[in-house]
Nanobody, 120 residues
């Protein structure tokens, strides 16, 4: 399995931007699809975005479409989530995941998460 470590979270004002990174190790990152999920306090984990192993296919939750951009650099074993126009509803712990496909049940490797807090 691949090990994942997220970074880049923090506190930002409404309308601000953050870029999350997901560093992979322990296996060949380039063969895996990658996803970003988030969990706010008292809420269930929700899908944010996913990208296939080549980077050619991407998917977004409706709530982030047009504001967030997922990408990956397989040469650096790193995935990214660029988040723009942030609002307080985006406050959550963000986790990256890797799997054999972009189907949520197939995401078998998970990072510990990075906190994103958006102030109003």
């Amino acid at each position: 399995q691949v090990q994942l470590v997220e970074s880049g979270g923090g506190l930002v004002q409404t309308g601000g931007s953050l870029r999350l990174s997901c560093a992979a190790s322990g296996s060949t990152f380039s063969i895996y699809a990658m996803g970003w999920f988030r969990q706010a306090p008292g809420k269930e984990r929700e899908f944010v975005s996913a990208i296939n192993w080549t980077g050619e296919k991407t998917y977004y939750a409706d709530s982030v479409k047009g504001r967030f951009t997922i990408s990956r650099d397989n040469a650096k074993n790193t995935g990214y989530l660029q988040m723009n126009s942030l609002n307080p509803e985006d406050t959550a712990v963000y986790h990256c995941a890797a799997g054999v496909s972009m189907r949520e049940p197939d995401f078998a490797s998970w990072g510990q998460g990075t906190q994103v807090t958006v102030s109003s």
